[in-house]
């Protein structure tokens, strides 16, 4: 049995051959130029779509529900802090799932912010029951506060997060990206 090999299979082979030992050399071609997708870093704005939920499944928030992603600067401390290193690395389109300890979200419940009132503060037109949400000033700054517990003289508040002391998941979905453009010094 005689093989003939014509000059254009020869060709066809080496170069077949070449191209196999550079894929099982590891050699591939990776473009990091301009085409390559930008990353989220500290210092840019970011849209990220979201939903939150529990570790039972039940869902607390959602950028979904309200149709619109919500905008930060990453970085800035304008997210509890496992939400917003999470975004550190993405690019637009990319989603991931994350579970959060307390201490990377809203902490652990704190009892100095579990405070009595006396029930002359909430008015003489408020009648204060357990599970009613208020809105609390003090210095100038206003936040949320539950109450707690009430009986004929005290108010009980709880300042706390609502969701102190809780893992939270998010499934996040990097939905833009505007680079920051100021040259760092």
Same mark, same amino acid.
């Given at each position: 049995? &005689?093989? /003939? ?29 301009? *085409? ?5 870093? %500290?210092?840019?704005?970011? #849209?990220?779509?979201? /939903?939150?939920?529990? *570790?039972?499944?039940? *869902? ?6 309200? +149709?619109? @992603?919500?905008?930060? =600067?990453?970085?800035?401390? #304008? ?7 999470? =975004? ?7 989603? &991931?799932?994350?579970?959060?300890? @307390?201490?990377?979200?809203?902490? #652990? ?5 579990? /405070?009595?009132?006396? /029930?002359?503060?909430?008015? %003489?037109?408020?009648? $204060? #029951? ?8 003090? +210095?100038?700054?206003?936040? @949320?506060?539950?109450?707690?517990? =009430? ?10 997060? $609502? ?7 998010? *499934? ?6 505007? &680079?920051?453009?100021?040259?760092? %010094?």
């Amino acid at each position: 049995m &005689k093989y /003939r090999i014509s000059r254009y299979s020869l060709w066809m082979v080496l170069g077949l051959v070449i191209a196999l030992a550079l894929v099982s050399a590891g050699c591939t071609t990776q473009d990091n130029g301009a *085409d390559a997708m930008p990353l989220a870093e %500290n210092g840019d704005t970011v #849209q990220v779509h979201y /939903r939150g939920y529990l *570790d039972s499944g039940e *869902d607390f928030d959602s950028s979904y529900d309200r +149709g619109e @992603p919500i905008a930060f =600067v990453v970085g800035a401390g #304008q997210m509890i802090s496992g939400f917003d290193a999470a =975004v550190v690395g993405m690019a637009v389109g990319e989603t &991931k799932t994350i579970h959060l300890t @307390p201490e990377e979200a809203y902490g #652990q419940p704190d009892e100095t912010l579990i /405070r009595p009132f006396p /029930r002359e503060d909430f008015g %003489n037109e408020s009648d $204060p #029951q357990p599970g009613d949400e208020y809105i609390f000033s003090s +210095g100038g700054s206003q936040f @949320p506060v539950v109450v707690v517990s =009430v009986n004929e003289t005290t108010v009980v508040i709880d300042a706390n997060h $609502p969701l102190a002391g809780e893992n939270l998941n998010f *499934d996040i979905e990097l939905a833009g990206l505007e &680079k920051n453009t100021e040259a760092e %010094n």
